[in-house]
T-cell receptor, first 115, second 113 residues
Framework: DAGVIQSPRHEVTEMGQEVTLRCKLI?????LFWYRQTMMRGLELLIY????????DSGMPEDRFSAKMPNASFSTLKIQPSEPRDSAVYFC?????????????FGEGSRLTVL | ELKVEQNPLFLSMQEGKNYTIYCNYS?????LYWYRQDPGKSLESLFV?????AVKQEGRLMASLDTKARLSTLHITAAVHDLSATYFC?????????????FGEGTQLTVNP
Protein backbone atom coordinates (compact mmCIF):
# COMPACT_ATOMS: atom_id res chain seq x y z
CA ASP A 1 0.00 0.00 0.00
CA ALA A 2 1.40 3.40 -0.97
CA GLY A 3 2.18 5.79 1.82
CA VAL A 4 1.39 9.49 1.98
CA ILE A 5 2.47 11.08 -1.27
CA GLN A 6 3.54 14.70 -1.47
CA SER A 7 4.46 16.88 -4.41
CA PRO A 8 6.56 18.66 -5.34
CA ARG A 9 9.49 17.32 -3.32
CA HIS A 10 11.46 20.49 -3.90
CA GLU A 11 10.38 23.93 -5.01
CA VAL A 12 12.36 27.10 -5.44
CA THR A 13 10.39 30.23 -6.16
CA GLU A 14 10.67 33.97 -5.93
CA MET A 15 9.03 36.15 -3.36
CA GLY A 16 5.50 37.05 -4.33
CA GLN A 17 4.82 33.93 -6.34
CA GLU A 18 2.03 31.51 -5.54
CA VAL A 19 3.03 28.10 -4.21
CA THR A 20 0.78 25.04 -4.13
CA LEU A 21 1.78 21.91 -2.26
CA ARG A 22 -0.12 18.68 -2.75
CA CYS A 23 -0.78 15.64 -0.61
CA LYS A 24 -2.46 12.29 -1.20
CA LEU A 25 -3.57 10.42 1.91
CA ILE A 26 -3.17 6.75 2.64
CA UNK A 27 -6.25 4.88 1.48
CA UNK A 28 -8.69 4.43 4.36
CA UNK A 29 -7.31 7.28 6.43
CA UNK A 30 -9.66 10.14 7.14
CA UNK A 31 -7.56 12.63 9.06
CA LEU A 32 -5.05 14.90 7.39
CA PHE A 33 -2.43 17.12 8.98
CA TRP A 34 -0.13 19.76 7.53
CA TYR A 35 3.08 20.48 9.46
CA ARG A 36 5.91 22.89 8.80
CA GLN A 37 9.45 22.17 9.95
CA THR A 38 12.21 24.74 10.37
CA MET A 39 15.41 24.79 12.38
CA MET A 40 14.20 27.72 14.44
CA ARG A 41 10.66 26.59 15.24
CA GLY A 42 10.78 22.82 14.91
CA LEU A 43 7.62 21.02 13.84
CA GLU A 44 4.55 23.22 13.81
CA LEU A 45 1.03 22.05 13.13
CA LEU A 46 -0.56 24.34 10.55
CA ILE A 47 -3.98 22.77 10.11
CA TYR A 48 -5.76 19.47 10.36
CA UNK A 49 -8.87 17.94 8.83
CA UNK A 50 -11.19 15.17 9.92
CA UNK A 51 -13.38 13.71 7.17
CA UNK A 52 -12.53 16.60 4.84
CA UNK A 53 -13.58 19.21 7.40
CA UNK A 54 -10.99 21.64 8.77
CA UNK A 55 -10.94 21.22 12.53
CA UNK A 56 -8.17 23.50 13.72
CA ASP A 57 -6.40 26.06 11.56
CA SER A 58 -4.99 28.12 14.40
CA GLY A 59 -1.48 27.24 13.31
CA MET A 60 -1.85 28.79 9.88
CA PRO A 61 0.56 31.72 10.02
CA GLU A 62 -1.60 34.29 8.27
CA ASP A 63 -4.10 34.86 5.50
CA ARG A 64 -1.49 34.12 2.86
CA PHE A 65 -1.84 30.45 3.76
CA SER A 66 -4.85 28.37 2.83
CA ALA A 67 -5.55 24.65 2.80
CA LYS A 68 -8.28 22.63 1.19
CA MET A 69 -9.40 19.06 1.08
CA PRO A 70 -11.59 18.77 -2.03
CA ASN A 71 -12.07 15.03 -1.53
CA ALA A 72 -11.33 12.32 0.99
CA SER A 73 -7.93 11.46 -0.40
CA PHE A 74 -6.35 14.72 -1.48
CA SER A 75 -5.31 18.04 0.02
CA THR A 76 -3.56 21.21 -1.07
CA LEU A 77 -1.70 23.86 0.88
CA LYS A 78 -1.41 27.17 -0.90
CA ILE A 79 0.78 30.15 -0.09
CA GLN A 80 -0.05 33.37 -1.90
CA PRO A 81 2.00 35.52 -2.03
CA SER A 82 5.05 33.64 -0.80
CA GLU A 83 7.75 35.27 1.31
CA PRO A 84 11.32 34.21 2.17
CA ARG A 85 10.28 33.42 5.75
CA ASP A 86 7.99 30.72 4.37
CA SER A 87 11.05 28.67 3.42
CA ALA A 88 10.73 25.37 5.24
CA VAL A 89 9.94 21.71 4.80
CA TYR A 90 6.21 21.13 4.69
CA PHE A 91 5.01 17.70 5.76
CA CYS A 92 1.65 16.17 5.20
CA UNK A 93 0.55 13.31 7.44
CA UNK A 94 -2.52 11.13 7.62
CA UNK A 95 -4.07 8.91 10.25
CA UNK A 96 -7.14 6.88 11.02
CA UNK A 97 -10.11 8.69 12.57
CA UNK A 98 -10.01 10.65 15.81
CA UNK A 99 -11.63 7.93 17.88
CA UNK A 100 -8.66 5.74 17.24
CA UNK A 101 -5.18 6.69 18.32
CA UNK A 102 -3.35 9.32 16.36
CA UNK A 103 -0.37 7.48 14.92
CA UNK A 104 0.59 9.70 12.02
CA UNK A 105 2.09 8.53 8.77
CA PHE A 106 4.17 11.23 7.17
CA GLY A 107 4.92 11.98 3.57
CA GLU A 108 8.45 12.66 2.41
CA GLY A 109 7.93 16.41 2.67
CA SER A 110 8.06 19.34 0.29
CA ARG A 111 11.14 21.50 0.69
CA LEU A 112 10.23 25.08 -0.19
CA THR A 113 12.77 27.82 -0.80
CA VAL A 114 11.49 31.32 -1.39
CA LEU A 115 14.14 33.70 -2.70
CA GLU B 1 -1.55 25.43 25.68
CA LEU B 2 0.14 22.05 25.69
CA LYS B 3 3.92 22.17 26.00
CA VAL B 4 6.11 19.19 25.18
CA GLU B 5 9.73 19.33 26.26
CA GLN B 6 12.48 16.89 25.44
CA ASN B 7 15.73 16.47 27.28
CA PRO B 8 18.45 16.47 26.16
CA LEU B 9 18.18 18.24 22.82
CA PHE B 10 21.58 17.02 21.71
CA LEU B 11 23.15 13.73 22.71
CA SER B 12 26.48 12.35 21.64
CA MET B 13 27.28 8.88 22.87
CA GLN B 14 29.66 6.03 22.31
CA GLU B 15 28.65 2.79 20.73
CA GLY B 16 27.75 0.19 23.30
CA LYS B 17 26.56 2.69 25.90
CA ASN B 18 23.09 3.14 27.35
CA TYR B 19 21.16 6.36 27.61
CA THR B 20 17.67 7.74 28.15
CA ILE B 21 15.81 10.55 26.42
CA TYR B 22 13.06 12.24 28.41
CA CYS B 23 9.83 13.76 27.24
CA ASN B 24 7.76 15.89 29.62
CA TYR B 25 4.39 17.38 28.79
CA SER B 26 2.22 19.92 30.51
CA UNK B 27 -1.38 18.70 30.33
CA UNK B 28 -3.24 15.47 30.86
CA UNK B 29 -2.86 12.96 28.06
CA UNK B 30 -2.69 9.19 27.82
CA UNK B 31 -1.48 8.98 24.26
CA LEU B 32 2.13 9.53 23.38
CA TYR B 33 4.14 8.74 20.28
CA TRP B 34 7.81 8.50 19.41
CA TYR B 35 9.14 9.24 15.94
CA ARG B 36 12.53 9.02 14.31
CA GLN B 37 13.81 11.38 11.62
CA ASP B 38 16.98 10.86 9.62
CA PRO B 39 18.60 13.98 8.10
CA GLY B 40 16.66 15.22 5.11
CA LYS B 41 14.07 12.50 5.52
CA SER B 42 10.54 12.12 6.76
CA LEU B 43 9.36 11.08 10.21
CA GLU B 44 8.97 7.41 10.93
CA SER B 45 6.70 6.13 13.67
CA LEU B 46 8.54 4.13 16.34
CA PHE B 47 6.17 3.65 19.25
CA VAL B 48 2.56 4.29 20.17
CA UNK B 49 1.90 4.43 23.93
CA UNK B 50 -1.76 4.49 24.86
CA UNK B 51 -2.02 4.04 28.61
CA UNK B 52 -0.31 4.70 31.90
CA UNK B 53 2.49 2.22 32.42
CA ALA B 54 2.68 1.27 28.75
CA VAL B 55 6.05 -0.09 27.70
CA LYS B 56 7.06 -0.93 24.17
CA GLN B 57 10.35 -2.33 22.93
CA GLU B 58 11.85 -2.66 19.49
CA GLY B 59 15.43 -3.79 19.16
CA ARG B 60 17.69 -1.52 21.22
CA LEU B 61 14.94 1.01 21.92
CA MET B 62 12.39 0.88 24.70
CA ALA B 63 9.71 3.49 25.36
CA SER B 64 7.56 3.92 28.44
CA LEU B 65 4.79 6.22 29.58
CA ASP B 66 3.91 7.54 33.04
CA THR B 67 0.77 9.62 32.63
CA LYS B 68 0.69 10.67 36.27
CA ALA B 69 4.13 12.19 36.02
CA ARG B 70 3.40 13.37 32.47
CA LEU B 71 6.62 11.77 31.40
CA SER B 72 7.76 9.39 28.71
CA THR B 73 11.22 7.93 28.30
CA LEU B 74 13.02 6.46 25.33
CA HIS B 75 15.80 4.20 26.52
CA ILE B 76 18.66 3.23 24.27
CA THR B 77 20.53 0.04 25.09
CA ALA B 78 24.02 -0.68 23.73
CA ALA B 79 23.83 2.05 21.11
CA VAL B 80 24.99 1.45 17.57
CA HIS B 81 25.81 3.96 14.85
CA ASP B 82 22.61 3.18 12.95
CA LEU B 83 20.60 4.74 15.76
CA SER B 84 22.00 8.18 14.94
CA ALA B 85 18.97 10.34 14.09
CA THR B 86 16.64 12.90 15.62
CA TYR B 87 13.97 11.50 17.91
CA PHE B 88 10.71 13.28 18.55
CA CYS B 89 8.01 12.62 21.08
CA UNK B 90 4.50 13.82 20.36
CA UNK B 91 1.55 14.12 22.69
CA UNK B 92 -2.07 13.72 21.69
CA UNK B 93 -4.15 16.65 22.91
CA UNK B 94 -7.78 15.74 22.71
CA UNK B 95 -10.22 18.43 21.73
CA UNK B 96 -13.96 18.50 21.40
CA UNK B 97 -13.96 17.66 17.72
CA UNK B 98 -10.89 15.52 17.49
CA UNK B 99 -7.33 15.53 18.63
CA UNK B 100 -4.02 16.96 17.54
CA UNK B 101 -0.41 16.00 18.09
CA UNK B 102 2.04 18.45 19.58
CA PHE B 103 5.68 17.58 19.00
CA GLY B 104 8.67 18.13 21.23
CA GLU B 105 11.74 19.94 19.94
CA GLY B 106 13.49 16.71 19.07
CA THR B 107 16.63 15.07 20.44
CA GLN B 108 19.50 14.86 17.99
CA LEU B 109 21.36 11.65 18.75
CA THR B 110 24.83 10.94 17.43
CA VAL B 111 26.38 7.56 18.15
CA ASN B 112 30.13 7.55 17.72
CA PRO B 113 32.16 4.44 16.90
Amino acid sequence: DAGVIQSPRHEVTEMGQEVTLRCKLISGHNSLFWYRQTMMRGLELLIYFNNNVPIDDSGMPEDRFSAKMPNASFSTLKIQPSEPRDSAVYFCASSLGPTIHRELFFGEGSRLTVL
Amino acid sequence: ELKVEQNPLFLSMQEGKNYTIYCNYSTTSDRLYWYRQDPGKSLESLFVLLSNGAVKQEGRLMASLDTKARLSTLHITAAVHDLSATYFCAVDQRETSGSRLTFGEGTQLTVNP
